[in-house]
């Protein structure tokens, strides 16, 4: 089983939860059923929202891959770690009002890092 992989896909997915149940919450509140009507704050959530949705499953696809191909324990932590914290300070720093560039900046860094190592990481043990 991939116990790390299953740690850090669940803490997303708890991540992920609270993103949605933002913008739900702020849909009722201001009865928009359907886009965003213009509204900035509905918006930034829900792009905050879709930015994880489009990001996090890869980077757990990824992790998995790693954990399954053998490496260190403490690699598949620190790989989920970035993959977790880039996530949520991206959206802390997306959704802030006003937006907080640094956290978006750095979140979408260790994310991408995260998959870039992961990439690196997969091709080298898959070509030696």
């Not at 954990?67 to 260190?72: D, N, R």
């Not at 970035?82 to 978006?104: I, Y």
């Amino acid at each position: 089983m991939l116990e790390i992989t299953s740690l850090y896909a669940g803490l997303l997915a708890l991540l992920f939860l609270w993103l949605s149940a933002r913008v739900i919450v702020y849909r009722r509140g201001n009865k928009i059923s359907m886009g965003d009507h213009g509204d900035n704050s509905l918006l930034k959530r829900m792009r905050a929202q879709g930015n994880c949705a489009e990001y996090a499953p890869f980077g757990v696809l990824l992790l998995a891959l790693v954990e399954m191909s053998g490496a260190p324990n403490v690699a598949v932590h620190l790989l989920g770690l970035m993959l977790l914290s880039g996530r949520a300070l991206h959206a802390w720093g997306f959704s802030a009002s006003p937006p907080v560039m640094n956290g978006r900046v750095f979140g979408m860094v260790l994310t991408l890092s995260m998959i870039l190592l992961s990439a690196v990481g997969l091709l080298l043990h898959s070509a030696f």
